[in-house]
């Protein structure tokens, strides 16, 4: 399987500055409230059904910062411990995201916003759930550019993803739970940077594009909807080897802890009202590589039943299943339009998978008239470029 090269420090390190400069949704309300980040030892949730998760969350948190960019080419770490005065209070968080129940069982943590069950196999989460309401979205004193991706110092040693795991593997560290829906105070930003519990190894492009734009279109629900409860995850999918004449299971690990990298990835929605009402639900399955045409949303869409099969997992057990029967798509329409950083990002995948010369110099042509932000993001266009066009060669001889 070929992997981009980014090795060069200048272009790796622009792919940095643009994610972090990146909107991961419209805005929500403008708010100056101050809110205070206190930090307390973490709470490691064992039961499925029966959990109580309130609004005030506890957790420690190791102030662990990685001077290093987006895709894993840090320079050094550095470690700060929690301040006693972080470590002395309560930090009080509008969201329930386990009221309806969880997925499933079995190393589950709880942070500020979001719960998430880490698979200590695959190094990735197995699910990470969160709950966005009008309150918690409406507080935006969180600020990614002062996040850094961090080791789960929560996760044993020998079961985390690490900075070096994502450092050269041509992949992107793509959020589950987005860093834009958590923007309510700095500690819940960082939480999202949290590689074990949060963070997958993600194609560059899908990311910037298709999954983007369903973040932002289940992060605009709550315009409509006093509630949304999200859960998203990596899936597994298996493919008919015609070698092998049968079904196979196959996908990548990355980096020493060998990281697996998902075929797919799943987003399962319920948005409602206050008690329940106008609830809408729905669930998406997104291969995990270049998306080379632009879709409707409601393409991605999956029956529930069969991405539970798929997963293995229970989405909101406590919601009584006849009770989803308005599909979001139908009530929402489900529309986010690519805007030229998402139609940039789209060119990439091509040139990434291109099947023929032609498809890939017309990818080039539209790069180059859209213009790029810097000299780093040109030359990883070209660089990518001319590997494709190599190979696709190769082949014509």
Not at 61 to 70: S, V
Not at 370 to 394: D, I, P, T, V
């Amino acid at each position: 399987m070929w992997k981009i090269g980014l090795s060069s420090v200048g272009v790796a390190t622009g792919i940095g500055y643009w994610w972090s400069q990146r909107n991961d949704e419209e805005p929500f309300v403008t708010s100056d409230v101050a809110v205070s980040t206190p930090q307390l030892p973490t709470q490691v949730l064992t039961q499925k059904h029966d959990i109580d998760v309130s609004s005030t969350a506890l957790i420690k948190r190791e102030n662990t910062l990685a001077k290093e960019d987006r895709l894993g080419n840090e320079s050094h770490t550095r470690n700060s411990p929690p301040t006693n005065d972080d470590q002395s209070r309560h930090m009080l968080v509008p969201v329930n995201p386990g009221k309806y129940g969880l997925p499933g069982e079995g190393n589950v943590y709880r942070h500020h916003a979001t719960i998430a069950s880490v698979n200590y196999q695959t190094r990735t989460p197995n699910w990470v759930l969160q709950h966005n309401t009008r309150e918690y979205l409406k507080v935006r004193t969180g600020d990614r550019q002062n996040s850094r991706f961090t080791e789960d110092k929560q996760v044993p040693k020998p079961f985390r993803a690490t900075l070096s795991d994502y450092r050269d593997s041509g992949y992107s560290r793509g959020h589950l739970a987005p860093a834009g829906d958590n923007k309510f105070n700095q500690v819940c930003m960082d939480e999202t940077f949290l590689l074990s519990t949060n963070i997958i190894p993600q194609d560059l492009s899908m990311n910037g594009c298709d999954w983007l734009r369903l973040e932002r279109m289940t992060h605009k629900l709550s315009k409509r909807y006093s509630d949304v409860y999200v859960v998203s995850g990596p899936a597994y999918v298996p493919q008919f080897d015609h070698d092998e004449k049968k079904m196979m299971m196959k996908y990548e690990v990355i980096g020493r802890h060998q990281v697996a990298v998902p075929t797919h990835v799943f987003k399962v929605i319920v948005a409602e009202n206050e008690d329940g009402k106008d609830r809408v639900f729905g669930a998406f399955l997104m291969e995990n590589k270049p998306i080379k045409d632009q879709k409707p949303l409601y393409s991605y869409q999956v029956p529930l039943s069969e991405l539970e099969k798929l997963t293995g997992l229970e989405f909101f057990p406590k919601i009584d299943r006849s009770s989803l029967i308005n599909d979001v798509c139908v009530s929402t329409g489900c529309v986010y339009d690519a805007d030229k950083l998402i139609r940039q990002w789209r060119n990439f995948g091509i040139i990434k998978d291109a099947d023929s010369i032609e498809e890939l110099n017309n990818a080039w042509d539209r790069s180059k008239e859209a213009g790029f932000y810097a000299s780093w993001e040109h030359n990883m266009y070209k660089q990518e470029y001319e590997r494709r066009m190599k190979h696709l060669k190769s082949h014509q001889m």
